[in-house]
């Protein structure tokens, strides 16, 4: 069972429209990172969030941290080709450790 | 150039011989961990280490042993490898106190047969 639940699995658009991917958990989280693959590659990081409720904007990204810090979302305004990939959420509990979603296959045609 | 470099990128190998992928960072980061991903299950750690010579168990450490002698290097053992152990793994470096999993390598692809 995974500590941090991401939807939806797959997710396949046209270059152009805008998209959300959902990270969702029963637990809190002190700090909450968002990571993209790319295949053959390892994770990338993309943004750390901290605070509940923080929102934080990497040029057509938006993520934000649920009041709570159980949950987080990423909201890519007029997608890519190169925004192509997949996307992973991981939490941090109050030890090191960091606990990671499977992950969202995001395909945007071109 | 910031990296974290691990070697090899492919392996197979047989069951029972014991082989070890190497990590190595050269942004002198304090925090090092090491992760296997298999489809459906995402990245699950496997050991990190806070400094020199501190190690500890990630979530699923069986069959797997690391070290951490020098600040730059954290090794990954596998003393008698089984098939259940082929995966992709990753290492990764940070500064920790929460910038841990800041840098991860391009991965190992192992195969045990």
């Known amino acids: 069972t995974q500590l941090l639940e991401q939807s939806p699995q797959f997710l396949s658009i046209q270059e152009g429209e805008n998209l959300t991917v959902y990270c969702n958990s029963s637990s809190v989280f002190s700090s909450l990172q968002w990571y993209r693959q790319e295949p053959g590659e390892g994770p990338v990081l993309l943004v750390t969030v901290v605070t509940g409720g923080e929102v934080k904007k990497l040029k057509r990204l938006t993520f934000q941290f649920g009041d709570a810090r159980k949950d987080s979302s990423l909201h890519i305004t007029a997608a890519q080709p190169g925004d192509t990939g997949l996307y992973l959420c991981a939490g941090r509990s109050n030890d090191y450790k960091l606990s990671f979603g499977a992950g969202t296959t995001v395909t945007v045609r071109a | 150039e910031a990296q974290v470099t691990q070697n090899p990128r492919y392996l197979i190998t047989v069951t029972g011989k014991k082989l070890t992928v190497t990590c190595s960072q050269n942004?002198?980061?304090?925090?090092m961990s090491w992760y296997r991903q298999d489809p459906g299950l995402g990245l699950r750690q496997i050991y990190y280490s806070m400094n020199v010579e501190v190690t500890d168990k990630g979530d699923v450490p069986e069959g797997y042993k690391v070290s951490r002698k020098e600040k730059r290097n954290f090794p990954l053992i596998l003393e008698s490898p089984s098939p259940n152990q082929t995966s992709l793994y990753f290492c990764a470096s940070g500064r920790g106190s929460g910038y841990t999993e800041a840098f991860f390598g391009q991965g190992t692809r192992l195969t045990v047969v």
């Open positions: 942004m002198n980061h304090e925090y």
